[in-house]
């Protein structure tokens, strides 16, 4: 499976990011050499392998939880570039 640059374009323009030509050719050749790279780990034998998500065994530490005083509205709203009323106002994304 190759990558083309039209590919590259469209996940760019997703991401809002404006890539110069050389960069477009830039990041074909590079998304080529890792897809190129996954076939080859593609080939190996895996049966029998049991699938992990880390390498070393993780252990997560929780903390109490704790009910306690939240801020005012006014100084939590003070922090919002904008807002209207009690919510915060965004930028649309969606069009």
Not at 1 to 24: D, F, G, N, P, Y
Not at 46 to 66: A, C, M, Q, W, Y
Not at 69 to 76: F, G, M, Q, T
Request: charged letters at 30%; glycine letters at 4%.
């Amino acid at each position: 499976m190759k990558i083309t640059r039209k590919e590259v374009q469209h996940v760019a323009e997703l991401a809002r990011l404006c890539l110069s030509e050389q960069e477009e050719e830039k990041f074909v050749g590079q998304l080529n050499q890792i897809l190129t790279y996954m076939d080859k780990l593609n080939e190996l034998g895996t049966e029998g392998v049991e699938p992990l998500s880390h390498v070393l065994p993780i252990r997560n530490v929780f903390k109490e939880d704790r009910v306690k005083e939240s801020l005012a509205r006014h100084l939590v709203m003070a922090n919002a570039p904008a807002h209207e009323g009690d919510f915060y106002e965004v930028p649309k994304v969606i069009e």
